[in-house]
């Protein structure tokens, strides 16, 4: 797909990678509507951001755990921009949840928007894109799709499920939509991470270094552009999968 022109609604979008995924899309010729939950501030600077590069954007305050919330903001979306040609399902939650539990809270959140969230934006979207002819989706998971992350174990489910609804998005909408899935590896290091830890991670991919925001985005942006790969997952992870096995096999 061509960007230039399109609209494209990057859920979670005000800060972080979704930030430079926005403007990733705006600078190549995007509108784009930037979703936040809480990050009004954050995301009224992307949007001024995307503006001056010389297109539209609408920064939209939108719980996609909530139907109601995500039927507002593509109405809003449609109203501003005529409709959306192309998704990035960007938004999600990372709460530790150690099973077994008595306490349903993070489970719950963690499903909702990872999972919920997903499904509701994409059920929503996916019928302008059908009547305008053509769209793309691209939704964002992790490594822990992969594998068991110990503590994250609605993380990983909901990780999970989103590379499942990819590949059910791109039979189901065929051929005027395509859908497909990026797992990202490290990229911003959190907030509880001292060197130590830091290190490790570089250590632990291939590459020896954490990857950029900007390489994550241009994993998406291939995605959008590649008319002929659906239902595929793009792995940008500087080869962590393997960096376990850089010292010794078996």
């Known amino acids: 797909m061509e960007i230039e022109g399109k609209t494209a609604l990057i859920t979670g979008s005000a800060k972080r990678v979704g930030r430079v995924t926005a403007l990733t899309l705006a600078k190549a010729g995007a509108n784009v509507i930037i979703n936040y939950n809480h990050s009004a501030e954050d995301a009224a600077a992307t949007a001024s951001e995307a503006e001056a590069l010389g297109v539209g954007a609408l920064p939209v305050a939108a719980d996609i755990g909530r139907y109601d919330q995500v039927q507002s903001m593509v109405q809003a979306a449609t109203d501003r921009f005529g409709g959306i040609d192309i998704l990035v399902n960007n938004a999600s939650i990372f709460l530790n949840d150690p099973f077994p539990t008595t306490d349903l809270t993070a489970w719950n959140q963690t499903i909702n928007t990872v999972v919920n969230g997903t ?9 302008s894109m059908l009547e305008r002819g053509a769209g793309a989706i691209v939704s964002v998971s992790d490594l822990s799709s992969h594998e068991a992350w110990p503590g994250f ?3 990983s489910v909901g990780k999970s499920a989103i590379i499942a609804m990819t590949r059910q998005f791109a039979l189901e909408l065929a051929p005027t939509i395509r859908a497909n899935a990026v797992i990202f590896g490290p990229a911003l290091r959190p907030h509880d991470y001292d060197d130590a830890r830091y290190q490790r991670v570089a250590d632990s991919t291939l590459a020896h270094r954490w990857g950029t925001p900007e390489e994550m985005s241009h994993g998406v942006k ?6 002929y790969v659906t239902g595929e997952t793009l792995v940008i992870d500087g080869g962590q999968r393997l960096g376990h096995r850089q010292s010794e096999a078996g």
Do not use: K, M, Q, S
Request: aromatic share 16%; glycine share 0%; no cysteine.
């Open 222 to 227: 291939y995605l959008i552009e590649a008319d």
């Open 153 to 155: 174990l609605a993380h």
């Open 119 to 127: 499904f509701y934006v994409t059920n929503l979207v996916a019928p």
